[in-house]
């Protein structure tokens, strides 16, 4: 629980580093990924509850990486455009 901070209800937080890394085309590409479904293949047995509950997951953390603001990185003096 070191690396854990806690706010006020005393709940612990997990540390967030992808907030510092979303831009622009992070975005662009989370979005693709809202509404993902996994191509059934008749040959692959895989249990269908667990393919609809990866999806799930994938959703819901999807979203909330799109919930972020964007971050622009400010650029450096030296460091030429893109």
């Known amino acids: 629980m070191d690396n854990l901070k806690f706010k006020k209800t005393g709940t612990a937080v997990k540390p967030q580093p992808y907030k510092a890394i979303v ?9 693709r990924m ?12 895989l249990p269908e509850e667990r ?5 799930k997951q994938l959703g819901e953390r999807t979203r909330e990486l799109l919930s972020i603001p964007v971050q622009r990185s400010a650029k450096r003096k030296n460091e030429p455009e893109r």
């Not at 831009?23 to 979005?31: E, F, S, T, Y």
């Not at 393919?51 to 999806?55: F, P, R």
């Open 23 to 31: 831009g622009a085309r992070q975005k662009a590409q989370l979005r």
């Open 34 to 45: 809202v509404d993902f479904k996994f191509t059934r293949h008749p040959s692959l047995n």
């Open 51 to 55: 393919l609809t509950a990866i999806e």
